[in-house]
């Protein structure tokens, strides 16, 4: 079974710029979150979606990240306009509903964002 | 203060040796502790839940005190593939929510 996968592996953009980046979750898995460690800092969590609904965007840094699931399939990170303090890894991970919070969250290996 | 605090490390050990990580966390409402493993620029993995009786899985054992909020991972008979960052991490809420909160991870390298 595939794992969780994220495009591109590695972004490099000018501040000002727009990226996005894309997670593809496993199948039949309902949650989906993404996460992002900046350099020096602990992962961070970012939002939580449930199929195509935000359950929780409270990790959003600010309204330059715009998150999206249509479909409840793949899910978008759009960050516009970059500035050079978005720079980090942007983990996704996804797992499955039920379990009382003790469902495993399986990461993908994350997008390398770099803004000069 | 941080929700999750461990020591960075490094953790320096030779193979076969005994290595305990502690970690302690701030919200008294946390419902779900984790030890996650990641590889130099690679993902976390799951390495193994933390349950109030403790549990063990093969050479890993990982205890919780929910009283002082603490968590703690021993490895026995350490080998050189378990060198990596182990991140302790929470889950901030009970239910079926799942928003991890990562610590900053404690480095181990297994030596020769």
């Known amino acids: 079974e595939a794992g969780v996968t994220q495009f591109p592996s590695h972004s490099v953009i000018e501040k000002g710029q727009t990226v996005t980046l894309r997670c593809d979750p496993i199948?039949?898995?309902?949650?989906l979150y993404w996460y992002r460690r900046v350099m020096g800092k602990e992962i961070k969590f970012l939002l939580h979606f449930v199929k195509e609904s935000k359950q929780d965007e409270s990790g959003m840094p600010n309204n330059r990240f715009l998150a999206e699931r249509t479909g409840g399939t793949y899910s978008t990170l759009k960050v516009q306009p970059a500035e050079l303090e978005d720079s980090g890894v942007y983990f996704c991970?996804?797992?499955?509903?039920?379990?009382?919070?003790?469902?495993?969250?399986?990461f993908g290996p994350g997008t390398r964002l770099l803004v000069l | 203060r941080k929700e999750v605090e461990q020591d960075p490390g490094p953790f320096n050990v030779p193979e076969g040796a005994t290595v305990a990580f502690n970690c302690t966390y701030s919200?008294?409402?946390?419902?779900?502790f984790f030890w996650y493993r990641q590889d130099c620029r690679k993902e976390p993995k799951l390495l193994m839940s933390v349950y109030s009786s403790g549990n063990e899985d093969g050479r890993f054992t990982a205890q919780l005190n929910r009283a002082s909020q603490y968590i703690s991972l021993l490895i026995r008979d350490s080998k050189l593939s378990d060198s990596a960052t182990y991140l302790c991490?929470?889950?901030?809420?009970?239910?079926?929510?799942?928003?991890?909160?990562f610590g900053k991870g404690t480095k181990l390298s297994v030596k020769p």
């Open positions: 991970a996804s797992s499955q509903v039920g379990g009382g919070g003790k469902e495993t969250q399986y």
């Open positions: 199948s039949g898995h309902d949650n």
């Open positions: 919200n008294s409402a946390s419902q779900s």
């Open positions: 991490v929470v889950n901030r809420h009970g239910g079926s929510q799942g928003n991890l909160i």
